[in-house]
């Protein structure tokens, strides 16, 4: 029987520790980096690991893509993404970039509920066009930001996921979360624009819009082109038409032109005006149309939500000055009721 000096094995077994130990050490750590875990804690403050699945990340869009007539499945969270990406400057406030995500958000919950599908094909749930909300993945995004994607989309999807799960909701259910660009320095009541009354789309003050630069715009057109546009005819008149009723938020409710009585909107539509709070004179053979705003007015003002943040306030702020008597929800109750029913 061969036999070991205790000396011989005592310095074996200090050896074979001394090779286990930096093992045993390294073993969790490179587990836990071929697990993507490491990377994910050294992602920056706000974003959130992959590992904590988002309420977003849960709930799955199909968005019916115009221009390629094709469907993309994503979870809600970039679908929000690139609506917010697609719909307001990333270079806005990031609180005025939360109200957005919020919007959109309740947008899409709202139109989930609803059985209307007009217009889409079947398995889808909206469309990427304004039709609902304009929509851009990351590829798309890439192609638009070019050299400032990086900061771009990083700034756009940490004020997405810091309004997860949340949207906007009145008397318990998903408001209609109107937006658009530029205010006249007021919104509209929902009335005096569509022929819907809602109780939180109300006119309110918003004079940080004047610092917008597309607050004003001017249009000329020639008066043949007027009077086709409007189906009328004004032969030697020397003033165009004169403006009978004013809206609660400062617009062109209702005018008389040419033996017709016209709305606000109907004007700017047929004339493919920025806004309904417009006013013209006649020079020459040309018709000079000045307008205050851009957009319908009703609902929140994207210029006036970046003013308000530049100001200090936070998201909340800004969609309860716009959006009246609405309550922040979570989203989860309305979603698993909808999901359950399919």
Known sequence: MLKFKPLIVLSAILFAVTLLVPSVLV?????????????????????????????????????FRMAKSSLEKLPLDEYVIGVVAAEMPADFEVEALKAQALSARTYFVKQLMSPDKTGLPDGAQVSDTENHQVFRNRDELKQQWGAEYEWKIKKVADAVRATDGQILTYEGAPIDATFFS????????SEDYWENSFPYLRSVESPWDKKSPKYTSQTVMPLSEF???????????????????????????????????????EVRDKLALRSSDFTWTLKGGNVIINTKGFGHGVGMSQYGANGMATEGKNYKDIVQHYYKGIQISSADALLNKVMAKK
């Open 27 to 63: 073993l969790p750590f490179t587990e836990e980096k071929a697990n993507g875990k490491l990377g994910e804690k050294a992602k920056p403050v706000g974003d959130q690991a992959a590992s904590v699945p988002s309420a977003d990340s849960a709930v799955d869009v199909t968005v």
């Open 182 to 189: 530029t205010s006249n320095g007021y919104t509209e009541n």
């Open 227 to 265: 009077e086709r546009k409007l189906g009328v005819k004004l032969g030697g008149a020397a003033s165009i038409g004169s403006v009978t009723e004013r809206t609660t938020g400062k617009r062109v409710g209702k005018l008389e032109i040419g033996g017709k009585t016209l709305t606000g909107k």
